[in-house]
């Protein structure tokens, strides 16, 4: 049995990251709204606080105060539940996510990560996969035509590209030679695998915006399409739920990215955090740029996309990296 | 020590368990299945089978009861009646009792059972020397790599069934 | 209670899930209950392989669980498209409408 001291750290880790994680989903609201604005020329949120800056938490407040809307024929249990639900997975991705190097703090020597289990590639894949639950289950108990089929759609639309997802990855993993986040962030030392794996981290990258429902994949959820999809029936502190479940899944495929792909705390001068840091709001960035730019993809378009193009070049990159690797 | 997990989670993956059997609406069951394939996950972390665990979550909880989900969701399941007013309980009567006849044969079987003691060479110490993950990797592409092969066509038949089969 | 969890009492928790599931098989008429009552079974067995793995020192019992896993994805995915074909038929999934090769 482990000392005390290893569970005070244990904690007081889950509750920065915790923390960190709120808030961030916050500001990020502020930023992609901010960012948005100034890609289509306009000031964006101005009024509230300076440069908008106190916006979120107007928009938390008054999503608070709206009145708590529940079908009469919905099923109340499920209704309720589904959106902690779609909020409990992005969440608990954080524990296996390295943020940093060692640090001697109070003479403990503290891994910046939660946990670092040596199958954490695995785990955040499963736990990815439980994100459809909150979705679908959310767009069934609204008892409502609309919300079912756009949950439906937004299912499928995420487990076809998580297929992709997992195993663009593979390349990573056969460079390597480990599932565990920290050892992968370890083996980046000497070059950063979007250098040895462009295609990978290009399919990962796309699969990872399917994923979470954003531009230019969002249609089960746009508010021009199928009445804005599962969340139609949702109103105050749930459908504030689901919106912050999607800022998070954002900021943990974007912790992913720079994991696996851009080396993770690693870089020059800079306190790793600082460089982390750095690298997540990049590739968040780009998520936004690619929000602003790119027009809606059709229903069918997308699963076409996910089916006969990227799960082809996702396996032949699996080929050419184990080719690669074998000839080594 | 571990006694202090495998409870809980045996209790939980019991009653999750009865529940799939017993409820009538069947995303409620769907819904106590996943609870059942947690906590057999947790069972597998009990017994040092990671990469069984996670494959568990992945495969069964986060693959096979979507699909699930979606058949119930998309065919207007109703509700059944419940077992004490249907109309056949002759039939059920007999099939209890030989289920009972089951349960009696697996308590003689278990009950009477002594634990062989022999040991392989995967201890778990080797086994965390190594890396579980790795060691299944190993094993699989050499020892049980024609049953790995099979499976792919296995799988590779079970898509094109469902396409032809869900087609109008 | 002390000491590491004996091989035993995995193999009565997979038993009893067994037995749970077989029940289901037999008092449930609909079809899609009945096939989640199948996949509990499945499981237990998966239970049963993987405890023995872990107390016989051997790593035959996790392979056999992947394959197993394996089967039982490929088996949903057949099982649940012969439901769907059912249903456009009949209109309905209990097991007891599905009569029609009754003499």
């Known amino acids: ?328 | 020590m571990e006694w202090l997990f495998f409870i809980p989670l045996a209790v939980l993956a019991l009653a999750t368990a009865v529940l799939v059997i017993l409820l009538r609406n069947p995303i409620y069951c769907a819904l106590a299945l996943v609870g059942t394939f947690f906590a057999l996950s947790g069972l597998y972390l009990l017994l040092q089978a990671e990469f069984v665990a996670v494959v568990q979550v992945i495969i069964y909880a986060g693959a096979i009861m979507v699909l699930f989900l979606f058949v119930i969701m998309l065919l207007d399941v109703g509700h059944e009646p419940p077992p004490w007013l249907r109309q056949d309980r002759p039939k059920l009567v007999l099939g209890l009792g030989l289920v009972a006849l089951l349960v009696l044969e697996l308590a003689v079987a278990i009950g009477s059972w002594i634990a062989p003691g022999i040991r392989g060479p995967y201890t778990s110490d080797y086994i965390n020397a190594v890396g579980n993950t790795q060691l299944i990797g190993r094993l699989l592409f050499t020892e049980f790599l024609i049953p790995f092969e099979i499976t792919s066509i296995i799988l590779l038949i079970a898509i094109v069934g469902a396409m032809v089969l869900a087609r109008r | 209670m002390t000491g590491t969890v004996p091989l035993s009492a995995y193999l009565i928790l997979s038993a009893a899930l067994f037995a749970i599931g077989v029940i289901g098989v037999v008092i449930r008429r609909n079809a899609l209950i009945i096939f989640m009552a199948i996949e509990l079974m499945l499981n237990a067995v998966n239970l049963t392989f993987v405890a023995f793995s872990k107390f016989l020192g051997s790593m035959d019992g996790q392979i056999i669980v992947l394959f197993v896993m394996a089967v039982a994805a490929a088996e949903v995915a057949l099982g649940l498209a012969i439901i769907i074909a059912l249903y456009r038929n009949k209109e309905s999934v209990n097991v007891d409408d599905i009569n029609l090769l009754r003499g």
Not at chain 1, 31 to 56: A, N, T
Not at chain 1, 115 to 132: C, K, P, Q
Request: glycine share 8%; net charge positive.
């Open chain 1, 1 to 328: 049995m482990p000392g005390p001291a290893f569970f005070v750290v244990m904690l007081a880790k889950i509750a920065v990251v915790f923390g960190l994680m709120l808030l961030s989903v916050a500001y990020l609201t502020w930023l992609e709204r901010k960012v948005i604005s100034d890609f289509q020329v306009r000031l964006g949120p101005m009024r509230v606080g300076p440069h908008g800056l106190l916006q979120p938490i107007a928009d938390g407040i008054k999503l608070m105060f709206k009145e708590d809307i529940i079908p009469q024929a919905a099923d109340r249990t499920i209704y309720v539940l589904a959106p902690t639900l779609a909020l409990i997975p992005a969440f608990i991705s954080f524990a296996v996510i390295p943020f940093g190097d060692r640090v001697r703090l109070f003479g403990q020597s503290i891994d910046m990560v939660i946990s670092d289990v040596n199958i954490g590639l695995l785990y955040l894949f499963g736990v990815a996969s439980l994100g459809v639950y909150g979705i679908v289950l959310g767009g069934w108990a609204s008892n409502n035509k609309y919300a079912l089929l756009g949950g439906l759609r937004s299912a499928a639309q995420m487990i076809s590209y998580e297929l992709s997802m997992g195993l663009s990855v593979v390349g990573v993993l056969m460079l390597s030679q480990s599932l565990s986040l920290v050892r992968i962030v370890g083996a980046q030392s000497k070059a950063w695998f979007i250098l040895l794996q462009p295609i990978g981290f290009l399919i990962f990258l796309i699969c990872a915006i399917a994923e979470t429902n954003r531009a230019p994949f969002d249609l089960p959820e746009a508010e021009t399409e199928l009445v804005a999809g599962f969340h139609v029936e949702y109103s105050s502190m749930k459908f504030a739920m689901y919106f912050m479940a999607e800022y998070a899944n954002m900021i943990t495929v974007a912790a992913l990215a720079t994991t696996l792909f851009l080396g993770g705390w690693r870089g020059p001068f800079l306190p790793p955090v600082v460089w982390f840091l750095a690298k997540l709001y990049l590739v968040i960035f780009l998520f936004i740029w690619l929000r602003a730019t790119l027009p809606r993809f059709r229903y069918d378009q997308l699963m076409q996309f996910g089916w006969k193009v990227l799960l082809p070049l996702a396996l032949a990159n699996i080929v050419i990296t184990a080719a690669f690797v074998a000839l080594r």
